[in-house]
């Protein structure tokens, strides 16, 4: 774990307009022995759509789009001459407003991403990342800064007769984009203490004050919301995975990275993969000692009408965090839960030792045989899931279709999950399995 690059609050806000280049960080402290501090979470300058309207409002003639302060910028030249760049200006604010604010904590040192971590020292950067939930955590308080919110604005705007707006929506009463941001989610759920801010630092209020709300805009339980560390073992992975669909990140591998922490694993960063990462998480978490959870393949995928029923077959993982949408509601029942052995990607795919299953309910002899039959010799088979859902009956098993497809088993794509009431497993011994390998094709 890599030391902890602090920025002195007081020494920053002191030295904006100085034109005198100062030392602004203190001394990197090692792991345990940090002093207090607050973090910054927020959305970066570069990229965004809008930004660069202030850049063309002023009066400078630079066109270059706004961006964030680096750690390369603090150290090279003063605030003062940094102040002269417009594309600098708004983060350079944005710093000392988290500074400000980090002060009135009773806070002396803050920590913000974007000019901490030296991001030319790939290193550090790897080792930063594998960190990151817990220095969010450990801080004595976070600022989560909402650019796209301006309170006194829709305060001006709104009408007598209506409703008063939401905190966290923005002008056009869309909730602020730091909710779908992928490094976001790991900072709402981690910290301690979180607090809300507008563009012009304007406190909108507390994680826990706006709990129903976070809880509107996300789909995230309020009780994982308001402790996340409390409540996080009562959580399957499918259940964690449906908060981080639909959002997005700049780079694709790290829709794999920001859910280190909320997972609980942890692997080495591999920029230029892609959408391979993903899968290698997946892997990582199925070989992971302890974390036997069998929602990871409780997620599903919706097709359009006329789809190829044979193009609906895929290999068990899935191919992006979209695809647990629907999967809040997955729950695990520990009680219940009985090993089946290790299961990991191999170069033939996914193995899995499937049971041999009978499911209960309805039906004659002749029709339980002819189950049985089916299960052991069929090309298609039912395969239970220890992951259970919630309906109005009470709880029922997760089962997903299995098919044998040109001498390879795949999943049958559905756009919902098979429900059952109860599913009979045989043998809880080696005779009451089947080991079976599930090419893991890419999925686009």
């Given at each position: 774990?890599?030391?902890?690059?602090?920025?002195?609050?007081?020494?920053?806000?002191?030295?904006?307009?100085?034109?005198?280049?100062?030392?602004?960080?203190?001394?990197?402290?090692?792991?345990?022995?940090?002093?207090?501090?607050?973090?910054?979470?927020?959305?970066?300058?570069?990229?965004?759509?809008?930004?660069?309207?202030?850049?063309?409002?002023?009066?400078?003639?630079?066109?270059?789009?706004?961006?964030?302060?680096?750690?390369?910028?603090?150290?090279?030249?003063?605030?003062?001459?940094?102040?002269?760049?417009?594309?600098?200006?708004?983060?350079?604010?944005?710093?000392?407003?988290?500074?400000?604010?980090?002060?009135?904590?009773?806070?002396?040192?803050?920590?913000?991403?974007?000019?901490?971590?030296?991001?030319?020292?790939?290193?550090?950067?790897?080792?930063?990342?594998?960190?990151?939930?817990?220095?969010?955590?450990?801080?004595?308080?976070?600022?989560?800064?909402?650019?796209?919110?301006?309170?006194?604005?829709?305060?001006?705007?709104?009408?007598?007769?209506?409703?008063?707006?939401?905190?966290?929506?923005?002008?056009?009463?869309?909730?602020?984009?730091?909710?779908?941001?992928?490094?976001?989610?790991?900072?709402?759920?981690?910290?301690?203490?979180?607090?809300?801010?507008?563009?012009?630092?304007?406190?909108?209020?507390?994680?826990?004050?706006?709990?129903?709300?976070?809880?509107?805009?996300?789909?995230?339980?309020?009780?994982?919301?308001?402790?996340?560390?409390?409540?996080?073992?009562?959580?399957?992975?499918?259940?964690?995975?449906?908060?981080?669909?639909?959002?997005?990140?700049?780079?694709?591998?790290?829709?794999?990275?920001?859910?280190?922490?909320?997972?609980?694993?942890?692997?080495?960063?591999?920029?230029?993969?892609g959408r391979k990462e993903f899968l290698r998480f997946q892997d990582k978490i199925m070989?992971?000692?302890?974390?036997?959870?069998?929602?990871?393949?409780?997620?599903?995928r919706s097709y359009p009408l006329g789809y190829p029923e044979a193009s609906k077959c895929?290999?068990?993982?899935?191919?992006?965090?979209?695809?647990?949408?629907?999967?809040?509601?997955?729950?695990?029942?520990?009680?219940?839960?009985?090993?089946?052995?290790?299961?990991?990607?191999?170069?033939?795919?996914?193995?899995?030792?499937?049971?041999?299953?009978?499911?209960?309910?309805?039906?004659?002899?002749?029709?339980?045989?002819?189950?049985?039959?089916?299960?052991?010799?069929?090309?298609?088979?039912?395969?239970?899931?220890?992951?259970?859902?919630?309906?109005?009956?009470?709880?029922?098993?997760?089962s997903l279709t299995i098919r044998k497809v040109n001498g390879n088993w795949q999943r049958?794509?559905?756009?919902?999950?098979?429900?059952?009431?109860?599913?009979?497993?045989?043998?809880?011994?080696?005779?009451?399995?089947?080991?079976?390998?599930?090419?893991?094709?890419?999925?686009?």
């Amino acid at each position: 774990m890599p030391p902890l690059r602090l920025l002195k609050a007081h020494t920053f806000c002191a030295s904006i307009r100085s034109l005198k280049k100062r030392d602004l960080f203190a001394s990197r402290f090692n792991p345990g022995a940090e002093p207090a501090y607050a973090i910054l979470s927020h959305r970066w300058c570069e990229g965004v759509e809008g930004r660069d309207k202030a850049v063309r409002k002023t009066k400078t003639r630079s066109k270059r789009r706004p961006r964030e302060v680096t750690l390369q910028d603090l150290r090279s030249r003063s605030l003062g001459h940094l102040r002269r760049n417009a594309a600098l200006r708004d983060s350079l604010e944005k710093i000392r407003g988290a500074c400000r604010r980090a002060l009135a904590e009773g806070q002396r040192y803050v920590w913000i991403d974007s000019c901490c971590i030296d991001r030319t020292n790939l290193f550090e950067v790897s080792e930063s990342i594998r960190s990151m939930f817990r220095w969010y955590r450990d801080a004595a308080c976070c600022f989560a800064y909402l650019w796209d919110v301006d309170v006194d604005q829709e305060v001006r705007s709104s009408n007598l007769l209506s409703p008063p707006p939401s905190p966290l929506r923005n002008e056009r009463q869309e909730y602020s984009e730091w909710f779908s941001r992928g490094w976001t989610l790991q900072e709402l759920l981690a910290p301690r203490r979180l607090l809300f801010f507008d563009r012009r630092w304007n406190k909108l209020g507390t994680r826990r004050a706006l709990a129903g709300e976070v809880e509107t805009a996300t789909g995230i339980p309020a009780k994982y919301v308001t402790d996340f560390s409390a409540h996080a073992e009562d959580a399957s992975v499918a259940m964690k995975m449906s908060w981080m669909a639909r959002r997005s990140t700049t780079k694709e591998e790290d829709t794999a990275y920001c859910l280190f922490g909320i997972i609980g694993v942890s692997m080495d960063v591999r920029y230029g993969d892609g959408r391979k990462e993903f899968l290698r998480f997946q892997d990582k978490i199925m070989r992971e000692p302890g974390l036997q959870d069998e929602s990871i393949f409780a997620w599903r995928r919706s097709y359009p009408l006329g789809y190829p029923e044979a193009s609906k077959c895929s290999g068990l993982l899935a191919p992006w965090p979209d695809a647990f949408e629907q999967s809040g509601g997955v729950r695990l029942r520990p009680e219940k839960y009985r090993s089946r052995g290790p299961y990991e990607l191999t170069k033939d795919g996914l193995r899995l030792p499937v049971p041999i299953s009978l499911a209960g309910g309805a039906g004659n002899f002749l029709d339980r045989i002819k189950a049985l039959r089916n299960a052991l010799f069929g090309t298609t088979r039912s395969l239970p899931l220890q992951c259970w859902i919630e309906a109005l009956e009470g709880w029922r098993n997760i089962s997903l279709t299995i098919r044998k497809v040109n001498g390879n088993w795949q999943r049958v794509q559905n756009d919902s999950f098979e429900q059952r009431t109860w599913v009979k497993w045989l043998s809880w011994g080696k005779s009451g399995f089947k080991e079976l390998y599930f090419p893991q094709k890419r999925i686009e």
